[in-house]
Antibody, heavy 126, light 107 residues
Framework: QVQLQESGPGLVKPSQTLSLTCTVSGRSISRGHYFWTWVRQPAGKGLEWIGR???????TYNPSLKSRVTISLDTSKNHFSLKLSSVTATDTAVYYCARDRVTYYYGSEHDALDFWGQGTMVTVSS | DIQMTQSPSSLSASVRDRVTVTCRAS??????LNWFQQKPGKAPKLLIY???NLQIGVPSRFSGSGSGTDFTLTISSLQPEDFATYYC?????????FGQGTRVEIK
């Protein structure tokens, strides 16, 4: 059974960099056809996809955040990380890491976020 | 970005009711559509992928249909544990985007 666990500071000052780590257990993040993903959710609001990284290290980011986001893999520690720079109060949210499973269905690739971490609340405030 | 619009935003229903939630995409997304259930304080849970495929372990009272721009999540007989918020998500073109959510409440 795959398990994901987010970790990192719960409070970040405005203009600083938010840094979170997602530790994966039950599967090597360097094997298989999976993307490792970050999603966030402001309190009482909907879900926003931040970006993802493939097992080979290639990344895709949400254009709305692209200039501030970096997602990286550390296969030796079996974890992946999120860095979001120049944060403001609008970056306050619960941050989730998740596994994006690629399934072949009638010849097409379909993505699905099948395993999630429990989420970690990050508040941006001075 | 592809915009996903769910309706209704909330609904009240009773146990054993049949419940339908709809999701509309701003452009055709074929069947690149997933459904999630989220309970308060918890991470979303994958219910349906590729529009109509039931994720392993999800009860068969959940079903999904649709293609192109219009999709439906149906709960055939609502159970107490189904009261939650439901989200659709497109995976046709990055960035993946979610609907705003449909809250299913107890009548």
């Amino acid at each position: 059974q795959v398990q994901l666990q987010e970790s990192g500071p719960g409070l970040v000052k405005p203009s600083q960099t938010l840094s979170l780590t997602c530790t994966v257990s039950g599967r090597s993040i360097s094997r298989g056809h999976y993307f490792w993903t970050w999603v966030r959710q402001p309190a009482g609001k909907g879900l926003e996809w931040i970006g993802r990284i493939f097992t080979n290290g290639s990344t895709t980011y949400n254009p709305s955040l692209k200039s501030r986001v970096t997602i990286s893999l550390d296969t030796s520690k079996n974890h992946f990380s999120l860095k979001l720079s120049s944060v403001t109060a609008t970056d306050t949210a619960v941050y989730y890491c998740a596994r994006d499973r690629v399934t072949y269905y009638y010849g097409s690739e379909h993505d699905a976020l099948d395993f999630w971490g429990q989420g970690t609340m990050v508040t941006v405030s001075s | 970005d592809i915009q996903m619009t769910q309706s209704p935003s909330s609904l009240s229903a009773s146990v054993r009711d049949r419940v339908t939630v709809t999701c509309r995409a701003s452009q055709s997304i074929s069947n690149y559509l997933n459904w999630f259930q989220q309970k308060p304080g918890k991470a979303p849970k994958l219910l349906i992928y590729a529009a109509s495929n039931l994720q392993i372990g999800v009860p068969s009272r959940f079903s999904g249909s649709g293609s192109g721009t219009d999709f439906t999540l149906t709960i055939s007989s609502l159970q107490p544990e189904d009261f939650a918020t439901y989200y659709c998500q497109q995976t046709y073109s990055p960035p993946w985007t979610f609907g705003q959510g449909t809250r299913v409440e107890i009548k």
